[in-house]
């Protein structure tokens, strides 16, 4: 038997949410099976709060602990500072690409139609840019009559400072 309280479901809900249904190790990202756990062991806070408390699938779960290849309280901890910063910043399309970047270390560039309203902030905060049309053959691109250039969709490639964002995320390093 245990004196273990129940996670309340408001709260698991919450911590899935922030998330994204998903492993919160964005190497991982992993949908299912998931685990909420503390960073602080609950038998030393004896209380469940959100702060700390992460999503994790079974298998990075097994991982926490100390030493090589381990998630301990310190990663722990900028997986979750990591989550709350990206979460409330980018929207899900925008949240997509930074994975896609995460996870295809060689892509030099993603299509993307060429309705920046969708993915605004990862533009204005210069982590992405829009590639010249003659760099993308695939983008589908024209003239108007009047000189001026459309594109139906255009490249976009991470910048610098986008680069030096999806390494973080790649080695889980604190992204402040």
């Known amino acids: 038997m245990t004196d273990r309280e129940p996670v309340p479901a408001d709260l698991q809900r919450d911590l899935m949410i ?25 038998a030393t806070v004896r209380k469940h709060e959100f702060s700390n ?8 779960h097994r991982r926490k602990g100390i030493g090589p290849r381990k998630l301990d309280k310190k990663a722990l901890r900028i997986i979750k500072r990591n989550l709350a910063l990206v979460n409330r910043r980018y929207n899900d399309v925008e949240r997509r690409i930074i994975e896609h970047f995460v996870e295809n270390d060689t892509a030099p ?5 060429e ?24 983008a589908m691109h024209g003239e108007l009559a009047d000189g001026r250039t459309f594109h139906i969709t255009r490249g976009y490639a991470l910048t610098e400072d986008g680069k030096i964002l999806v390494n973080k995320l790649r080695k889980n390093t604190e992204i402040l």
């Open 109 to 113: 560039y993603v299509l993307l139609p």
């Open 18 to 42: 922030e998330a994204g249904y998903r492993c919160a190790v964005t190497t991982c990202r992993t949908a299912e099976p998931l685990e909420i756990e503390h960073i602080e062991e609950y």
């Open 53 to 60: 408390m992460v999503v994790l699938c079974a298998n990075c």
């Open 115 to 138: 309705t920046s309203v969708l993915f605004g902030y990862l533009l204005k905060d210069g982590l992405i840019e829009g590639l010249p049309g003659a760099e993308v053959e695939e």
